[in-house]
Each structure stands twice: as structure tokens, then as C-alpha cells.
């Protein structure tokens, strides 16, 4: 199924850090059919580095979607029931406004001089589609990652708006130890000289300090077991060590090559400014708990983790799940096997997928969605 | 399925256990429920069903978890040592312990964690007491293997074995108000001599 990506533009939008944003564009794609009653959607947000295009084939590319093996008929988000919507986030690269897009003031890209935007901001403008589709309430508000941030932001954020949240492989707040690695991608992006405090659009981009970044993120993603079964310790296109630092080792070989595809793909000042909204994100900000922060929610949860993941560890998740629970919150909880770490809500789906159809369900018959 | 009068003295089974069809019967419509160690979530689906529960489960199995919550019921993977901590006073009209009272760490507390965030506390156990398990234990010297405690004593699950007699001593002991107790052996639902013939006891408690 080929899938087009449409795009919106709204004349402003306001952020959280008091600032605007206007013109404002949407980048997004959608699958299935909107019912009459515009009752059957539902938002899937992408993670970090994801985008619009979640499902089906690109024309352009004639790849996937990110999250094919969950969306489409008969899938997780069956199409064959759902209206299921993507937009690329706030502050993105591709298609949505951000940091890469021209500035009408002035003519140029906003480079460094682009607000801060937040998972909040984010939210905001997936509402403003949402509203601009006519839809009034969503079934379910859904992603891995950066996108559970923004499911849970949903949740908190507009309670009426969304009948269930589905966060995966997500946190409330990063830990040190996730905002440790985000600095670390900052910084090697920083450091290269041709990041020239952002402005580099009509130049040489970053691609060096980019590509590092993305190493040090893929290796997050992983787990030691999955780079052991993937990798090991195997030579690429040799026998013995060639002492010459060239990529010998399988792993090396494979981090260098995503890395640099990553730069095609990635604008290096996004990278900076979604980075940073995510470590700014606390769904317990200006709340004395995040028991106090979830109180307002009435949308149904259902949680997902992953044993391998060490990015976003099961602590986290649980720490969402305990808190709903205090409030008495409708909450399903369930931590996955697997052996993919962060990668597994994108790869290793056949559990999932039972859990999420069979959620759906329930909500939608809850609902009154047929 | 529906709820008839049984004949008296038979208990009918709902999803094949006598003791679900005892828990179905004392818990009123439209109440919410929490099932701790409620597997597959079969009996919060059928109360769903036939009840309209608000039902909620606790479970520690991933993949029992896992086809509960496939089949639309809100479950929670975790410990019931620990589990129950989190929900806030009086969040539930029933709380159901069915047959893992004997299997957790700290039965005290976990009555006690129960009986804060229910109003009651439905509870059935295997009788310890019941003769066969005596004159197991008598006759061969060993730890009893019965149809009811089939475990070997080192891959048993049961790690406190209580009685009927053990359980009311508990609740004369705790202040615990007993509004129900129903003794069952095989389908048959027994008027005396619990501690002897009952297999399985199931109590409706509030403190």
C-alpha cells in the first residue's frame, strides 16, 4: 500500500516557554478509514528519530513505515477498524516545522534561533490536527519510546480527548543516566566544526558529529545480548586484525554505516532540540507527585516494557503503572520478554500485538465503537 | 451462563471450579472486583460478562498476563507480597484470594493489605485439616500428597498450610468480621464437620 504524506498549516502555534511559532506546518500521514461518527482514531507518535511515515510503502523511498508490522489490516492498529494518524513531531525534519525550516521573518532557516519546544508543544500541535480532522476524541493515543512521552502528555494533558493511552517502552521523566547519553549526542554534534553554531544549512552539515551521535544512540537500543547474537566479536571482510583502525569488527562496521546513513535522513539541529525536550520532559512538572500529575487522567492505560531494554528499563514503566494505581486508575501492565532492548517495541511485536488488539478492543466496545 | 438455584447441598462449577461458581455467587452486579493471582483472567471475564465487574487483576506470570490482558482484562503484572501496597483505601467493594493464600510470603499481611483496599475480602483456601491429608501424613510419615496438595514437598508452590480452624482463629484474632463461610468437597457444599471434610473453604470477610 503506498502511502502519500500529506501536510497542514496552521497560522500559529503557542509554546510552553512563552514564545510562538507561525506559520506552522504539519507533516502526516493516515491509514484506514475515518468512521462516520469520527470515533475510531487513533494517534501513533513516533519516537526520537521516527516520522510521519508509520505505515504502508513510501512512494519516494519504497520502504516501510517504521511501525508496518503493527499497523495495517489485521494488524495491531487494525486499518480494516481504525482511522490510525501519524504527524512528524514538533520541531522535526521531515515535513513538520523545525529548526531546518525558513523563518518567514527573516528569510532563512531558523537554524539556532528556533524556540525550545517541549513534549508538550509537541502534543499541542497533534491536537490541532486532531481538531482539524474533526475528531473529537481519540480511541487510543499510542507510541514507543518519545512516543509513549507524548501518549502520556495526551493523557494528562487533554483527559477528555483520549479514551486510552497505550505507552511503551517509555518513561514519566528520563533519569540521569538517559539525559547522560542525550548530552553525549549533543555534544559530539557540537564539537564537530561544521555544525558552526547551527548555521550550516547552505554548507557542509555536521554529518561527523551527527553520525557519532547516532552510534552512541543505536548502541542504547541494543542489548548485549542482541549485539552478541547480531555481531560478536566477528571480523568484516578479513581474517586477522589489520591494526589500521579501519572498521573491522562486524559491530564497528554496522554502527559506522548507520551513522552515516543517519545524516541523509536527520538535520543535526533537530537532533538538539528533540533531544533536549525530551530530557526536559517531567508528566509530573509543577505537580507534588506523579500520582497527582495522573489524577486528572481518565483515559484507560495499558503499559508495555521490555526485559532487555536497559534505556528505558521496566522501573520506569512501573513507576507509571504504580502511580495510576494509587489513583485507582484502569491500568494493564505487562513486561515483555525479549532480547531486542529499546529496539524491541519496533521488532519484536507478536506479543504486543495480542495485548493491543485485544485492548482495543475492549475500549472500542466500551466506547460504543464498532 | 446463567445463575440458577443450584440443588441444594450441589454447587455448580462456573468455568470448571466449584469455587469460581462460590465467588460468583457472593459478589453483587455492577461492583468492582480485584483478583490477585488471577491468571488468564478467566473469572474477571466472566464476572465482566454476567456481573457487569469493573474488574482488575494482579498476576505475576508475563504470559498469563499476557493472554489476560488479550482478552480485554485490565491486569497488572506484579507480586500480591507487594503488589496490593499501591491502591489507595477502600478501592475495591471485593477483593478475591482464591487458592494463593497458601502461596504467599507474608499471609498476614497480605490479608491485612487486602482488607485496606476492599471493603471485603473473599478468600478461599485448601483445607490443610481435611482427612485425607491427615491420615496421609499419619500413614506414610511424609510430607501429604493428596489430590488437593498433589506438590512434592520441594516443588510445592504452598508454603503455609492452613486449616479451616486456622483461618477463623486468625479472624477471632484480628477483628475480622466473617459474613460468609462455605465449605466445599468436590461439588458438595458441607454443613459439618468443615475442618474435617472440607477441601476447599472459601470466607467473605470485612474487618
Not at chain 1, 1 to 26: E, H, N
Not at chain 1, 195 to 203: E, P, S, T
Not at chain 1, 340 to 350: E, P
Not at chain 2, 134 to 152: I, K
Request: proline letters at 4%; one cysteine or more.
Amino acid at each position: 500500500m503506498i502511502v502519500q504524506t500529506k501536510s497542514v498549516r496552521f497560522d500559529s502555534i503557542s509554546l510552553d516557554g512563552g514564545s510562538t511559532v507561525a506559520p506552522v506546518d504539519v507533516a502526516y500521514q493516515s491509514y484506514g478509514v475515518l468512521n462516520a461518527a469520527r470515533s475510531n482514531a487513533i494517534l501513533v507518535s513516533h519516537a526520537f528519530s521516527g516520522d510521519a511515515h508509520a505505515a504502508g510503502i513510501s512512494p519516494e523511498t519504497g520502504k516501510p513505515g517504521w511501525w508496518d508490522n503493527m499497523i495495517g489490516p489485521g494488524k495491531a492498529f487494525d486499518t480494516n477498524k481504525y482511522f490510525v494518524l501519524c504527524s512528524n513531531v514538533l520541531g522535526g525534519c521531515r515535513g513538520t516545522t523545525g529548526p531546518s525550516s525558513v523563518n518567514p521573518a527573516t528569510g532563512k532557516p531558523y537554524a539556532m534561533s528556533f524556540p525550545i519546544i517541549t513534549i508538550g508543544d509537541m502534543v499541542r500541535l497533534q491536537k490541532m490536527l486532531v481538531e482539524h480532522l474533526g475528531i473529537q476524541r481519540l480511541l487510543a493515543a499510542t507510541g514507543g519510546s518519545m512516543g509513549g512521552m507524548q501518549a502520556l502528555e495526551w493523557a494528562v494533558a487533554y483527559p477528555g480527548m483520549v479514551a486510552s493511552a497505550i505507552p511503551i517502552a517509555t518513561t514519566a521523566r528520563h533519569s540521569a543516566q538517559q539525559i547522560a547519553f542525550d548530552e553525549v549526542g549533543r555534544q559530539a554534534v557540537m564539537a564537530d566544526p561544521d555544525w558552526a553554531g547551527g548555521d550550516y544549512y547552505d554548507k557542509n552539515p555536521p554529518a561527523r558529529g551527527l553520525s557519532v551521535a547516532r552510534m552512541v544512540g543505536h548502541i542504547t537500543y541494543m542489548s548485549d545480548d542482541s549485539m552478541r547474537e547480531k555481531f560478536g566479536r566477528r571480523l568484516r571482510n578479513r581474517d586477522e586484525f589489520g591494526s589500521d583502525f579501519e572498521a573491522e569488527f562486524e559491530v564497528e562496521s554496522y554502527l559506522r554505516y548507520r551513522g552515516s546513513q543517519f545524516v541523509y535522513r536527520f538535520d543535526a539541529n533537530s537532533y538538539l532540540y528533540i533531544t533536549k525536550a525530551m530530557d526536559y520532559f517531567d508528566l509530573a512538572n509543577g505537580c507534588a507527585s506523579l500520582a497527582q500529575a495522573l489524577e486528572r487522567a481518565t483515559a484507560r492505560f495499558l503499559v508495555i516494557s521490555f526485559t532487555s531494554d536497559w534505556l528505558y528499563p521496566s522501573y520506569q514503566s512501573q513507576e507509571i503503572v504504580n502511580a495510576l494505581r494509587s489513583r485507582n486508575k484502569d491500568v494493564a501492565y505487562c513486561e515483555l520478554n525479549s532480547n531486542y532492548g529499546h529496539d524491541a517495541f519496533l521488532v519484536d511485536v507478536g506479543e504486543q500485538t495480542e495485548m493491543v488488539r485485544g485492548f482495543l478492543a475492549r475500549v472500542a466496545r466500551e466506547e460504543g465503537v464498532l | 451462563m446463567t445463575l440458577e438455584k443450584p440443588r441444594r447441598g450441589f454447587v455448580r462449577e462456573v468455568l470448571g471450579r466449584s469455587d469460581y461458581a462460590i465467588i460468583s455467587e457472593l459478589i453483587e452486579p455492577n461492583t468492582k472486583v480485584l483478583d490477585l493471582g488471577c491468571g488468564d483472567g478467566d473469572l474477571l471475564a466472566w464476572l465482566a460478562e454476567n456481573k457487569n465487574v469493573e474488574g482488575r487483576g494482579i498476576e505475576i506470570s508475563s504470559a498469563r498476563v499476557q493472554r489476560a490482558i488479550a482478552r480485554g482484562v485490565s491486569v497488572y503484572q506484579g507480586d500480591i507480597d507487594q503488589g496490593l501496597a499501591d491502591y489507595p483505601d477502600q478501592a475495591f467493594d471485593y477483593v478475591i484470594l482464591s487458592q494463593t493464600l497458601q502461596e504467599t510470603r507474608q499471609p498476614l499481611k497480605v490479608l491485612s493489605d487486602i482488607l485496606r483496599a476492599g471493603r471485603r475480602a473473599i478468600v478461599a483456601f485448601p483445607n490443610f485439616g481435611h482427612w485425607r491429608v491427615r491420615l496421609a501424613h499419619l500413614a506414610s510419615g511424609r510430607s501429604p500428597r493428596t489430590a488437593l496438595f498433589p506438590h512434592e514437598w520441594y516443588s510445592s508452590p504452598n508454603i503455609h498450610f492452613l486449616t479451616v480452624l486456622d483461618f477463623e482463629e486468625l479472624a477471632r484474632r484480628e477483628n475480622w468480621t466473617i459474613e460468609r463461610r462455605i465449605f466445599l468437597a468436590g461439588h458438595r457444599e458441607l454443613s459439618v464437620l468443615p475442618n474435617l471434610l472440607a477441601e476447599v473453604a472459601v470466607f467473605l470477610i470485612r474487618k
